[in-house]
């Protein structure tokens, strides 16, 4: 598949994410959605945060910030039922929770799952 394609297919199932968290209670606001590499630098390269290879980069991971009864969720075991349905979506799909070093607002596309 193309990069495009997997953007285009990246962003219906943020979509689908995003519909699934408010029919179960949930709100979200986006954090980390694209990492410019004039800033980040190019895939592979290491500049600012984050990881040299970031899907962030190439558009295909989100970070979300999650609240419940106005409550904002920080913790990774807070997204786990986000995680466990993200998962759902497609095989490719990575939820950070899983990571590691757990990273439970990210979720990607294309990402070896830990």
């Not at 607002?105 to 294309?110: A, D, K, M, P």
Request: hydrophobic share 30%; net charge negative; aromatic share 14%.
């Amino acid at each position: 598949m193309s990069l495009r394609v997997d953007q285009s297919r990246f962003a219906r199932m943020v979509a689908q994410l995003i519909i699934w968290a408010y029919d179960n209670g949930y709100e979200v606001t986006f954090g980390d959605a694209y990492r410019d590499p004039r800033v980040f630098g190019k895939v592979g390269q290491y500049k600012g945060y984050g990881h040299a290879s970031s899907k962030h980069k190439s558009r295909l991971a989100v970070d979300l910030n999650l609240f419940r009864d106005g409550e904002f969720l920080t913790g990774s075991e807070d997204h786990r039922p986000l995680g466990e349905y993200w998962k759902t979506l497609a095989e490719d799909a990575s939820w950070g929770g899983d990571f590691t070093y757990p990273d439970g607002n990210h979720y990607s596309l294309g990402e070896r799952r830990d």
